[in-house]
Every structure is written in C-alpha cells, then in structure tokens.
C-alpha cells in the first residue's frame, strides 16, 4: 500500500468514526420512567397436624405461611418523580376482585435504626457437623452416580460449589425504596386486608397518583391467581418410593417440585430435585420468566406443563419426615408504554411499564400414603364391620400423629439446624 492510500484510509476511518461519535450523541438517552410489578401467588398447605416448625420449612423453600388454599398478592411501584410532601398512589382493580375499588400503595416511612451493643459484638458461630445427600430425577430407582455427598468435616469448597451449582434465573428487580425516586407497596402496615377466595384480577386497572402518571392496563385470564396445586395421589410403592399425582393447571407453563428430608439416625440431611440432570433448584422456586422456564424445560430440569406425575424414589423410606416442596410457574406479562417502534432511527421515550408474575406453590409430607385410608373403607362393607372401622382409624390416628412428631421432630431440628448451619441463616 503506498504513503498517499495509507493517508486516504486514515482519513476515512477518522471521518467514520467521527460520524459514529456524532449519531451516538445526536440519539436521545431513555429517560426514567415508572415501573409498576404486581407479585401473584397461589399456596396450598391444606394438611391434617401441620405444624408451625413443618410450615416454616416450607416458606423456606419459597412456600406461604399458612394452612390451606391461599391467595398473595403483593403490589409495587417506583417512579423517578420527587417524592412530594404527601405521596398518594391508588390502584384502581376490577369490580371481581371484590376487594372495594382501590388498593392504596403506601410509600414506607424511613426508620432510623440504632445499633445496640449486642449488634456491635461480633457474634461467633460454632460449625455445625451437617452430612448432605443430594438426589435427583423422577423414578422408581435412584439414578446412576447417586447421591452427590457433601460432608462438613470432610468436604471441601469445590465439593459444595459442586453439589450446589444450579441454573442462574434472570435477575429480576421489583421497584424498590431508593434514592431520587417515590416508592409505594400494597400490603403494607397501614393497608392490608385478606384477598377473598373467589377474588378475580381480570378486566381492567388502572394506577395514579400525585407521583406518577396514569398506568392502565387489562388482565386476561391467563394472569388471573393460578388454581391451587392439588395432588391427587400421593401413594408409596412396595419399593417405597412416592408416587406424585396432581390435577393439570391450564395456566401452569411448567412444574418443577424439590424435597427435604432427613434419615432420623445419624442426622443425615437428604435432599432431591425432580429435574432429570444434577440440579439442585434452590433458585427455581420462585417467580421465572417464561424465557426461563422455556430454557429450563429444553434442559430437562423443568418438567413440561404436560406432566401430572412424577414419583420420588426411594431415598426417604426410612426417613423419619420429608417434605416435597412443589411449584407451578404461571405466563408472566410484561407491557411498556408506548411499545418500542420497529423503526430503530424512530425516537422512543416509554411512559410507564407494568410486570404481571404468577405462581402456585404447595407442599406435602413423603412417606406416608394418602390411598391407605380409601383402600381399607373400600375393602370394608355392611355395619358389622364399623368397630372394626373404628379401630383402624384409631390406630391410624396415632401412627399418623407418631409420623407427624416424627416429620417435625426431622423438620423443626435435624434437618432445619443442618440447613442453617451449612448456609448461615
């Protein structure tokens, strides 16, 4: 290449890099706007002698703090405008959701914290001896190269990272309290009400108040509150593995259920994911975008909506309580106004974006078959047989308070203190 087409490429990149600079600059930054998420849930923890400890697990593991059938809804909004005197947000719901006609978003009041001498000493924790198996995949017989085994007093680092590596979700943000901007919440501690059972999302909403603009929006019945989780069947086979059964939620887009347990003898944490590879979901129960739940179905760590079944195998036989944690992702909506034109030389400046998540959760105890109680009434017949009856309910009654004192003996202790000392909550 010669000095004079040396010179005439230089010129050309200094002139094309000079006009990049200039579009860059000449295109308009997207200025903030307000971000409105609604959270909606379903939980169902509808079990005979539940108690406190059992219950806690299960919020642990992403479930609600509640017995039976139970609707959550939790609303947020953040908006870029200078906090007035006075914030006042309202959202405005449909008449189906029979819950009046606005919900107020209350805006925190910032608390001072003073820090006590106790805060201030550093507090020391004695390590905890904590034995983990970790099981994976629905069948009747454990996979091959299972269980993966973390031993605290054995175990390294790199075993852990090992046996704990999962699938990163999309990190999602909900507005928040946050320096330049106005946040509101319902519930709060001033609002707050029960959501009725038969309580509807669908038909049309609106958002306002003296910090934000107007945010209207509709719901389909796709993002109305999801079914509850029902298990239709939860039966041991003569192997003693669990066999899961559930009703089809025609708005589910996938399931993906864990379990916990512990051995009762030497204190042997067991743990299990229903995925088909090593993946331990600790991060999957929860709220997943449907790109997500795609990607996780594809993975084969999310079962597909099809599914109703799937059957733990039979690693908690012998365990004095286990519990199944189980999860139903629902089609989240994501609406930004105005949309973002196909045109990409066309200015774009959104006013405002709306998030609709959903899921629905429940939670059952392993190893104790509910078909029992039905097989033996069916095998019975005519009133010479009632004492006999009553006597095997009797007798039913006290294995089952036995299995539960048992379940929240494992539960409340073993398995929660195994857990708390191995991740530090």
Same mark, same amino acid.
Not at 180 to 206: C, F, N, Q
Not at 281 to 302: E, N, S, W
């Given at each position: 290449?010669?000095?004079?087409?040396?010179?005439?490429?230089?010129?050309?990149?200094?002139?094309?890099?000079?006009?990049?600079?200039?579009?860059?600059?000449?295109?308009?930054?997207?200025?903030?706007?307000?971000?409105?998420?609604?959270?909606?849930?379903?939980?169902?923890?509808?079990?005979?002698?539940?108690?406190?400890?059992?219950?806690?697990?299960?919020?642990?593991?992403?479930?609600?703090?509640?017995?039976?059938?139970?609707?959550?809804?939790?609303?947020?909004?953040?908006?870029?405008?200078?906090?007035?005197?006075?914030?006042?947000? =309202?959202?405005?719901?449909?008449?189906?959701?029979?819950?009046?006609?606005?919900?107020?978003?209350?805006?925190?009041?910032?608390?001072? $914290?003073?820090?006590?001498?106790?805060?201030?000493?550093?507090?020391?924790?004695?390590?905890?001896?904590?034995?983990?198996?970790?099981?994976?995949?629905?069948?009747?017989?454990?996979?091959?190269?299972?269980?993966?085994?973390?031993?605290?007093?054995?175990?390294?680092?790199?075993?852990?990272?090992?046996?704990?590596?999962?699938?990163?979700? $999309?990190?999602?943000?909900?507005?928040?309290?946050?320096?330049?901007?106005?946040?509101?919440?319902?519930?709060?501690?001033?609002?707050?009400?029960?959501?009725?059972?038969?309580?509807?999302?669908?038909?049309?909403?609106?958002?306002?108040?003296?910090?934000?603009?107007?945010?209207?929006?509709?719901?389909?019945?796709?993002?109305?509150?999801?079914?509850?989780?029902? =298990?239709?069947?939860?039966?041991?086979?003569?192997?003693?593995?669990?066999?899961?059964?559930?009703?089809?939620?025609?708005?589910?887009?996938?399931?993906?259920?864990?379990?916990?347990?512990?051995?009762?003898?030497?204190?042997?944490?067991?743990?299990?994911?229903?995925?088909?590879?090593?993946?331990?979901?600790?991060?999957?129960?929860?709220?997943?975008?449907?790109?997500?739940?795609?990607?996780?179905?594809?993975?084969?760590?999310?079962?597909?909506?099809?599914?109703?079944?799937?059957?733990?195998?039979?690693?908690?036989?012998?365990?004095?309580?286990?519990?199944?944690?189980?999860?139903?992702?629902?089609?989240?909506?994501?609406?930004?106004?105005?949309?973002?034109?196909?045109?990409?030389?066309?200015?774009?400046?959104?006013?405002?974006?709306?998030?609709?998540?959903?899921?629905?959760?429940?939670?059952?105890?392993?190893?104790?078959?509910?078909?029992?109680?039905?097989?033996?009434?069916?095998?019975?017949?005519?009133?010479?047989?009632?004492?006999?009856?009553?006597?095997?309910?009797?007798?039913?009654?006290?294995?089952?308070?036995?299995?539960?004192?048992?379940?929240?003996?494992?539960?409340?202790?073993?398995?929660?203190?195994?857990?708390?000392?191995?991740?530090?909550?």
């Amino acid at each position: 290449m010669t000095n004079k087409s040396m010179a005439q490429s230089t010129v050309f990149l200094v002139v094309m890099t000079a006009a990049a600079i200039s579009a860059a600059a000449e295109k308009p930054k997207i200025k903030p706007y307000p971000h409105y998420w609604m959270s909606v849930a379903t939980s169902s923890q509808n079990m005979p002698g539940m108690s406190p400890e059992m219950a806690g697990m299960a919020s642990m593991f992403g479930g609600g703090s509640g017995f039976g059938p139970k609707r959550d809804l939790t609303l947020q909004l953040e908006s870029p405008k200078t906090p007035p005197a006075l914030p006042e947000a =309202f959202h405005d719901i449909p008449p189906g959701q029979n819950m009046g006609k606005s919900l107020a978003l209350v805006t925190p009041k910032a608390e001072k $914290t003073q820090r006590s001498e106790r805060d201030q000493q550093p507090e020391t924790k004695e390590k905890v001896k904590v034995r983990l198996l970790y099981y994976w995949g629905c069948g009747e017989t454990v996979g091959a190269g299972q269980p993966r085994v973390f031993d605290s007093e054995k175990s390294g680092f790199e075993d852990m990272a090992r046996i704990f590596k999962g699938r990163a979700p $999309t990190l999602q943000t909900p507005p928040s309290a946050h320096k330049g901007w106005t946040y509101g919440e319902w519930p709060s501690a001033e609002e707050r009400m029960a959501i009725p059972k038969d309580a509807s999302l669908v038909g049309a909403h609106a958002i306002r108040g003296n910090y934000t603009v107007n945010i209207p929006f509709s719901l389909d019945a796709k993002r109305d509150f999801m079914p509850p989780v029902e =298990f239709t069947s939860v039966n041991v086979t003569a192997a003693g593995a669990t066999r899961l059964e559930w009703k089809s939620i025609p708005t589910a887009i996938g399931y993906f259920a864990t379990a916990v347990g512990s051995d009762g003898k030497g204190g042997d944490t067991i743990m299990w994911s229903a995925s088909e590879v090593p993946e331990n979901g600790m991060a999957l129960m929860d709220y997943l975008t449907p790109g997500d739940v795609h990607r996780f179905i594809r993975d084969k760590v999310v079962m597909d909506p099809s599914r109703t079944s799937c059957t733990v195998p039979p690693i908690y036989k012998n365990a004095q309580g286990a519990m199944v944690q189980f999860i139903a992702y629902g089609e989240q909506l994501d609406i930004v106004h105005p949309p973002k034109p196909k045109d990409p030389k066309q200015i774009w400046q959104p006013e405002w974006s709306v998030k609709v998540r959903l899921k629905s959760t429940s939670m059952t105890p392993l190893g104790i078959d509910a078909g029992d109680d039905e097989r033996r009434e069916r095998s019975s017949s005519g009133k010479d047989r009632e004492p006999q009856r009553q006597n095997e309910r009797n007798s039913d009654k006290k294995q089952s308070d036995d299995d539960n004192q048992g379940l929240n003996k494992a539960i409340g202790r073993g398995v929660g203190e195994g857990l708390r000392g191995l991740f530090g909550f």
